[in-house]
């Protein structure tokens, strides 16, 4: 990793985004954090390509 480059929330947002997906954070005092990322998965037939290609 470069100089500057970080990863944080904001990158983790950004990548889950660009993939199609969701991101969010719920905070709750004395509850903890809970980051969650949903991304879709493709589906693909039995030969392994992608369904509907």
């Known amino acids: 990793m470069e100089r ?8 983790m ?3 889950a985004e660009s993939l199609g997906g ?4 719920v905070s ?6 809970r980051v ?3 991304l879709p998965i493709p589906e ?3 030969r392994g ?3 509907g290609a």
């Open 4 to 11: 500057g480059e970080h990863l944080g929330l904001l990158g």
């Open 13 to 15: 947002r950004e990548r």
């Open 22 to 25: 969701s991101f969010q954070v």
């Open 28 to 33: 709750s005092p004395g509850q903890g954090t």
């Open 36 to 38: 969650q990322v949903l």
């Open 44 to 46: 693909f037939t039995s």
């Open 49 to 51: 390509d992608e369904a």
